[in-house]
T-cell receptor, first 112, second 114 residues
Framework: DTGVSQNPRHKITKRGQNVTFRCDPI?????LYWYRQTLGQGPEFLTY????????KSRLLSDRFSAERPKGSFSTLEIQRTEQGDSAMYLC??????????FGPGTRLTVL | AQKVTQAQTEISVVEKEDVTLDCVYETRDTTYYLFWYKQPPSGELVFLIR??????QNEISGRYSWNFQKSTSSFNFTITASQVVDSAVYFC???????????FGAGTRLTVKP
């Protein structure tokens, strides 16, 4: 399978816990994006990387959120001290510079 | 600021009917890109088409066609002879040349009944 993969697919956690999600992009893609999607809405941009550099962050990305792409390959998105409002589908996408983004299956987070 | 409006929240058609999904966008940039994605019940967004602002030619791909009109800031999507497998949420999105985030509309849920 050469598509974008995300792990885990589902995560249930209690409020206040930290969670970390992983995204493995299509191997030759140098850009990697994170989005959040809530029920009945379109995906909302969170942040993106070009190789290992994080080049843009949305104001939606509060201080409790951090993303890394240490070697320019896979990326992690960590949410600290989760809140119920963080419950959503977290989507990862990758692309070549200037080309369309291909999305992974998402990680569904439920915060109890 | 960029904005995408999909005014149709839900559409229901009977198989073999043609259906058009509307998309209206706002941007101040002269160079931008428009996209359509399909999100079936499985949840994974599937890329359908990318169009740049300098290419207003309509495009046809099988039963799918797209009508890009800069004069009305619209990028509408038509499915001809719809099938049950076309049932999904369809998203229109806009990306400006100087931004790297893609702004999505709220989506249109299409249900095709047999």
């Amino acid at each position: 399978d050469t598509g974008v993969s995300q792990n885990p697919r589902h995560k249930i956690t209690k409020r206040g816990q930290n969670v970390t999600f992983r995204c493995d992009p299509i191997s030759e893609h140098n850009r990697l994006y994170w989005y959040r999607q809530t029920l009945g809405q379109g995906p909302e941009f969170l942040t993106y990387f070009q190789n290992e550099a994080q080049l843009e962050k949305s104001r939606l990305l509060s201080d409790r959120f951090s993303a890394e792409r240490p070697k320019g390959s896979f990326s992690t998105l960590e949410i600290q001290r989760t809140e119920q409002g963080d419950s959503a589908m977290y989507l990862c996408a990758s692309s070549l510079i200037g080309y369309e983004q291909f999305f992974g299956p998402g990680t569904r987070l439920t915060v109890l | 600021a960029q904005k995408v409006t999909q005014a149709q929240t839900e559409i229901s058609v009977v198989e073999k009917e043609d259906v058009t999904l509307d998309c209206v966008y706002e941007t101040r940039d002269t160079t931008y890109y428009l996209f359509w994605y399909k999100q079936p019940p499985s949840g994974e967004l599937v890329f359908l088409i990318r169009r740049n602002s300098f290419d207003e030619q309509n495009e046809i791909s099988g039963r799918y066609s797209w009508n890009f009109q800069k004069s009305t800031s619209s990028f509408n999507f038509t499915i001809t002879a719809s099938q049950v497998v076309d049932s999904a949420v369809y998203f229109c999105a806009l990306s400006e040349a100087n931004n790297n985030d893609m702004r999505f509309g709220a989506g249109t849920r299409l249900t095709v009944k047999p």
